[in-house]
């Protein structure tokens, strides 16, 4: 069977478990809308928000909504053992993990698009001005932060104080990512938005995306075999 | 060329600083059905993870008919886990259909018809598995592990929560897979049930195997006086 019809095959199956359940989008997206809620009351004064807050408060709200949903997808595997199940399968561990990836990612686009509209209307941000900047940016550091944190919770997954550490482990592994969100969007919503300032952190975004996914590629295998 | 045994030889694994095996050596051939006794704790459940190739040991070495481990192996090899490896949210086929596929078996569709027949479950075939009783859920892992005809059968408490018609197709099952020249190792408590069938037993007690003492009696009455 080849690598990429292992990793469509573990994507469907993680979206048709997610669509009949809809754990991890319902938890996820409620966390990420009351964040956003939060900080409008604290950014937002007579309708007006403070500058360069948006894009940190986005980013803020991407990370903590996808340390919920890594946390949740791989609880999902261990509850019933299912990823021995997966890792006795005659197939390259490393396309198992890409399949929880991109499952993941979906996910936190699904998400990111109900959470990004919401930024526009609470602290008026620019979402139209650039919208391809702005989606690569987001898409960018959406799989800088879930291959990292793939790896970190499926690691975990047998480790008691599981939901304690990845958020320890995850964070400071995935500031640079996050930075570079942050300052990216951050050009963008500018008054007087700064593309190649943006386009700068997106090619760091891409540049990071490439290391974290190789790093992870390269031990997963190990990490997976106890 | 596939396997014809497997021989573990001083294996020890140790956790932190417990040890759950040690210095284990056994060897278990084609055809033979090994029952697996031992009390909750005595590494049961470790051996069987080692054997699946999804533990590595400490020490010691494992062969798979004198080839070390490597990844095809996984492909020759069916563990059914005290935990059953099933999705409680896809329905028992789409349960069979995702292994089958993973395990990139032909003709997935009627693969999974007879698994289900065999787990008596075609009139559930399109049900959640969260719906099922554990006997139910117990028949589907089991078929699940036997999809892709496995040369090495591992199985962990299979009899948990069948009853007593389960509980024979699985005797059944099991003496099919020894004459099909299977290898199959079973950790169980149910001793009375597994006795007809077995060739051999290994005790294992605090992670060594220890003898079963031969003569009179019931495999039960002989395993409750090595516990004395």
Same mark, same amino acid.
């Given at each position: 069977?080849? /690598?990429?019809?292992?990793? !469509? #095959? +573990?994507?469907?199956?993680?979206? &048709?478990? @997610?669509? =009949?359940?809809? $754990?991890?989008?319902?938890?996820?997206?409620? /966390?990420?809308?009351?964040? !956003? #809620? +939060?900080?409008?009351?604290?950014? &937002?004064? @007579?309708? =007006?928000?403070? $500058?360069?807050?948006?894009?940190?408060?986005?980013?803020?709200?991407?990370?903590?909504?996808?340390?919920?949903?890594?946390?949740?997808?791989?609880? =999902?595997?261990?509850?019933?053992?299912?990823?021995?199940?997966?890792?006795?399968?005659?197939?390259?561990?490393?396309?198992?993990?890409?399949?929880?990836?991109?499952?993941?990612?979906?996910?936190?686009?699904?998400?990111?698009?109900?959470?990004?509209?919401?930024?526009?209307?609470?602290?008026?941000?620019?979402?139209?001005?650039?919208?391809?900047?702005?989606?690569?940016?987001?898409?960018?550091?959406?799989?800088?932060?879930?291959?990292?944190?793939?790896?970190?919770?499926?690691?975990?997954?047998?480790?008691?104080?599981?939901?304690?550490?990845?958020?320890?482990?995850?964070?400071?592994?995935?500031?640079?990512?996050?930075?570079?969100?942050?300052?990216?969007?951050?050009?963008?919503?500018?008054?007087?938005?700064?593309?190649?300032?943006?386009?700068?952190?997106?090619?760091?975004?891409?540049?990071?995306?490439?290391?974290?996914?190789?790093?992870?590629?390269?031990?997963?295998?190990?990490?997976?075999?106890? | 060329?596939?396997?014809?045994?497997?021989?573990?030889?001083?294996?020890?694994?140790?956790?932190?600083?417990?040890?759950?095996?040690?210095?284990?050596?056994?060897?278990?051939?084609?055809?033979?059905?090994?029952?697996?006794?031992?009390?909750?704790?005595?590494?049961?459940?470790?051996?069987?993870?080692?054997?699946?190739?999804?533990?590595?040991?400490?020490?010691?070495?494992?062969?798979?008919?004198?080839?070390?481990?490597?990844?095809?192996?996984?492909?020759?090899?069916?563990?059914?886990?005290?935990?059953?490896?099933?999705?409680?949210?896809?329905?028992?086929?789409?349960?069979?259909?995702?292994?089958?596929?993973?395990?990139?078996?032909?003709?997935?569709?009627?693969?999974?018809?007879?698994?289900?027949?065999?787990?008596?479950?075609?009139?559930?075939?399109?049900?959640?598995?969260?719906?099922?009783?554990?006997?139910?859920?117990?028949?589907?892992?089991?078929?699940?592990?036997?999809?892709?005809?496995?040369?090495?059968?591992?199985?962990?408490?299979?009899?948990?929560?069948?009853?007593?018609?389960?509980?024979?197709?699985?005797?059944?099952?099991?003496?099919?897979?020894?004459?099909?020249?299977?290898?199959?190792?079973?950790?169980?408590?149910?001793?009375?049930?597994?006795?007809?069938?077995?060739?051999?037993?290994?005790?294992?007690?605090?992670?060594?195997?220890?003898?079963?003492?031969?003569?009179?009696?019931?495999?039960?009455?002989?395993?409750?006086?090595?516990?004395?």
């Amino acid at each position: 069977m080849s /690598f990429l019809a292992i990793v !469509l #095959l +573990v994507v469907r199956k993680d979206l &048709v478990v @997610e669509f =009949r359940n809809r $754990e991890i989008v319902y938890t996820t997206l409620f /966390f990420a809308v009351s964040t !956003l #809620l +939060v900080f409008s009351f604290s950014f &937002v004064h @007579e309708g =007006r928000a403070v $500058e360069d807050a948006a894009a940190g408060i986005l980013w803020v709200a991407i990370a903590f909504s996808g340390t919920l949903a890594l946390g949740r997808a791989f609880e =999902r595997e261990r509850q019933n053992e299912t990823l021995r199940g997966l890792l006795m399968a005659p197939v390259a561990r490393t396309a198992l993990y890409v399949g929880k990836l991109a499952g993941i990612l979906l996910l936190l686009l699904a998400v990111e698009a109900v959470v990004v509209p919401m930024v526009g209307l609470m602290f008026q941000a620019p979402l139209f001005r650039y919208p391809l900047t702005l989606i690569s940016l987001l898409v960018s550091g959406t799989i800088g932060f879930a291959a990292v944190g793939t790896l970190f919770a499926a690691m975990l997954v047998r480790t008691r104080s599981r939901d304690v550490l990845l958020p320890v482990l995850l964070y400071p592994i995935t500031v640079p990512v996050i930075i570079a969100g942050v300052r990216g969007t951050a050009a963008l919503f500018q008054v007087d938005a700064d593309l190649p300032m943006a386009r700068a952190w997106l090619s760091m975004l891409v540049f990071f995306d490439a290391v974290f996914v190789t790093l992870a590629l390269w031990t997963f295998e190990a990490v997976m075999t106890e | 060329m596939d396997f014809t045994s497997l021989s573990f030889t001083d294996v020890t694994r140790n956790f932190g600083r417990r040890r759950a095996l040690n210095r284990v050596s056994f060897r278990l051939e084609t055809g033979e059905i090994v029952g697996l006794l031992g009390p909750n704790g005595a590494g049961k459940s470790t051996l069987l993870s080692i054997a699946a190739t999804l533990l590595e040991p400490s020490s010691g070495s494992i062969a798979y008919g004198g080839q070390p481990r490597a990844d095809w192996l996984r492909g020759r090899i069916g563990l059914l886990g005290h935990d059953l490896y099933l999705y409680p949210e896809l329905s028992a086929a789409e349960n069979l259909a995702f292994f089958a596929r993973l395990h990139g078996l032909p003709d997935v569709e009627r693969r999974v018809s007879s698994a289900l027949e065999r787990a008596q479950l075609v009139d559930r075939r399109d049900d959640q598995v969260v719906g099922f009783s554990r006997g139910m859920r117990q028949r589907l892992a089991l078929e699940r592990a036997l999809l892709h005809d496995p040369r090495l059968v591992l199985l962990d408490e299979p009899f948990t929560g069948l009853d007593d018609g389960s509980s024979a197709m699985l005797v059944q099952r099991l003496q099919e897979l020894r004459s099909k020249q299977c290898l199959v190792l079973v950790a169980t408590h149910d001793l009375e049930v597994i006795e007809p069938i077995i060739t051999r037993a290994l005790l294992l007690r605090q992670g060594k195997l220890a003898p079963i003492p031969p003569g009179a009696g019931s495999l039960r009455e002989r395993y409750r006086r090595t516990s004395v």
